[in-house]
């Protein structure tokens, strides 16, 4: 049960440092950030 418990948040933290890194990646490529605009992004 202890372990079982463990991975679940293991795996919880990994999703969510794994989402961290994609969007940060993006906003890189893309040139700003999630709900933010400049001026060569307008969609």
Known sequence: M???RENRELRRANETLYQALIEAD???VIGAAPHKRTDARTA
């Open 26 to 28: 993006l906003t890189a």
């Open 2 to 4: 202890e372990l079982e």
